[in-house]
């Protein structure tokens, strides 16, 4: 493997350093997270919860809320029982089964104060134990407004990127490697700008280290992102990729950050995307298909669902130098 004499730049390496890929885990992953296990946080640490709670998934994030309104219904309901069977006036008495479940509802009822009025506490522990949940109740429901809102107006940018990045035929007998991406809402952004890190695993007197390198682009920014853009990097004598093959990638655990910053015109804020590819997710001879189309009347429709397609194509020789 041959890689150009370069000076390292630190400021290039993002926060990760010299410390080199093992088994193959991604410097970032897919979703633009760092891939980096933390240890020593405290448990109740509310920042951290916060942020957990607005950008994980939805499917995540209504599990948990289903999830915590159950359990709290049940907790309240086994209270109410264990108080006694005449703690609530109005539930019936045919079974220990049956007066849980009127205290669950009663529960559900009394947590989001709506009340209907069949069953009601009878005593000063039920009527205690009633007010403290109707108090939780307030309290729960305006925590989870402010997440919602939270999770709806928290600016984000919803990018879709190919699955592969390709070294694919670029120009006249020249490579490139490129990847392709584009918008998945239909909001406008503009004044794009990326960034591609390329880095591998480099061994330096029997010890490796990472190193990273910035790499030169066709086009390093957009003014407005209309269709797809396809990020290219050409491989010529400038390019640190360009004696590279796909052997040497995969064993140097060859990893590529893509690093994007736009400006998003619904939010009015500039929003950020992450991805990564790894020399696994390197496709050696192929070519994007297209993802345009026109309807009958001539407006272009662009087809997110083939971002990804690609056919395998012949690679063009590269030029050698001839010796002096």
Known sequence: MSIPTRKVNPEDDLGFGYQPVMKNQPLINKDGSPNVKRRGLPFLNTANNYHKLITMSWVKFWGLVFSVYVVTNVFFALIYVAIGPNSLYGTHEDSALTRFWEAFFFSAQTISTVGYGHINPRGMA???????????????????????????????????????????????????????????RMNILVDLNMEVIFSYNEDVNGKPVRRFFPLKLERRSVSILTLNWTVVHPLDDHSPLKDMTLDDLNKSEATFAILLKTFDDAFSQTVHSRTAYQDKDIIWGAKFKTVLDREDNGRIVLDLSKISDYDLVELPELETKAEA
Do not use: Q
């Open 126 to 184: 039920a009527n205690s134990v009633a007010a403290f949940e109707s108090m939780m109740g307030l309290l729960a429901f305006a925590l989870a407004t402010g997440l919602l809102y939270g999770r709806f107006s928290r600016p984000s940018a919803r990018i879709i990127y190919s699955k592969n990045i390709l070294v694919a035929p670029y120009l006249e007998n020249g490579r490139g490697l490129m990847f392709r991406l584009a918008n998945l």
